[in-house]
């Protein structure tokens, strides 16, 4: 079933004259244009500090999207062209009063309205209570008013706890979405159809035929321009609570009882709930944090992170974290997921690895087979290259009795045009229909915060600096003990879906 346009709607941007809005909302708002998902009713209001009007903002956004298509005059878009007419622009102090009563004056009193916080995280709580006491959020007759959230939210599960308790006392869990870029990539939407739509692995989606969860965020850029932030933040502030554990939900979730948002929400916040929240010397063990080095990457040379700019020279700031945790449910009971990400690594790879236990040697004693049969796994890969991979055992060819790992592989850019969306389309799309379905929730935010809270606490009082990797490699020593101490190793990126690269195909 084809989905229907979006009702009438003003989007309001925080942060407009941003990086996030003009390299991923735009042009997502774009290709819903295009898909005629949004029409004319769809109306931009954008809100920055930075002195200017309406055209002010839609020459910034033409320079970025001429930019972007590498032509010079751009060629004409009828569907940026219909949408930069309703594109308008007001600066002002987020903190002030000023610019809330120019929001309302714009909006009037019966227009839906969706606030979207491109902002820094510190302001999330001041927009929102001015937002609320200029009547901005209150919802009559029909009419919504909405507020998108960009992670990070919260640092910690107390300030996490903090901000919900902020905002949730002025508008209702209803009004809240709380992004996660990674759950609008197509891969993620599509595991719980994979899950649930298919029998076949719905029924061994559990500890007595799965051995082991990987889930990887691997990134190829170094921290870059981005110090100040990353040395305040971190690659376990900054990735597991929000991007890894969404995607372990979705990987660990109990089939809903429909597919409406609060059913699908509540299995996922079950399993969140579900963590093991480990003792200081549990988080000891399950746990390791690693810095990168000065080495080659790219082509160039990269300086130590410590020797970063806007970095302190004695930062204790990882750049790499690796943890073992356990859902502990009926489903997954004895079941460890491995997390890792980081930066400077080998590849830009955000995959999960389902492995599936070990078939047993006895059948093929007799035969020429001399090594241990490789499990079955299952390869979802969440980016760049959107699909999955089945790897099996069959017969190579011969006289012999001997097996060969080969892969059945599908993806995404094979069968369906992809390559020109952002993963935000679906986020926008939603938040205007009101399906909060892939949007966190509070109870499943602070559930998160409280599975890493541990190790938080231990590095915070930990006077060692984290292991050093060299930039270029998957991470530090201690990640690969982390997982081999359980005769387990990790798994290769990419490995699966990008072999027939290697042959030059």
Sequence with gaps: ???????????????????????????????????????????????????????????????????????????????????????????????????????????????????????????????????AAHGLTDESDGIFRRVAIEKPFGTDLASAQALNAQILAQIEESQVYRLDHFLGKETVQNLMTARFANMMIESLWNSRYIDHVQITAAEIVDVGSRGKFYDATGALRDMVPNHLFQLLAMIAMEPPNSFDAEAIRNEKSKVLKALRIYTPEEAKTHGVRGAYAAGPLNGAELPAYRNTKDVSPDSRTETFVALKLYADTWRWAGVPFYLRTGKALTARDTEIVITFQPVPFAQFRETDVKRRLPPNRLVIQVQPDEGMSMEISIKSPGLSVDTVPVSLDFRYADKFDIAKTTGYESLLYDLFIGDQTLFQRADGIEAGWAAVQPFLDIWARDQSVPDAYAPGSMGPASADELIQRDRREWHELGVILHHDKKDGK
Excluded at 51 to 74: C, I, K, T, Y
Excluded at 82 to 101: A, E
Excluded at 106 to 121: D, K, M
């Design 1 to 131: 079933m084809d989905a229907a346009p979006t009702p009438p709607v003003t989007l309001v941007i925080f942060g407009a004259t941003g990086d996030l809005t003009r390299r991923l909302l735009v042009p997502a708002i774009i290709n819903l244009t295009r898909s005629r998902l949004v029409g004319d009713d769809l109306h931009i209001l954008g809100i920055g500090i930075e002195p200017g009007d309406d055209e002010f903002l839609r020459g910034r956004l033409d320079q970025f999207l001429n930019h972007l298509s590498g032509e010079e005059p751009r060629v004409k878009d009828e569907a940026w062209e219909s949408l930069r007419r309703r594109i308008s622009y007001t600066s002002g102090d987020f903190t002030k009063d000023d610019i809330f009563v120019e929001i309302g004056k714009r909006l009037g009193p019966n227009a839906n309205a969706a606030f979207y916080l491109a902002v820094p995280p510190s302001f999330f709580g001041t927009i929102v209570e001015k937002l």
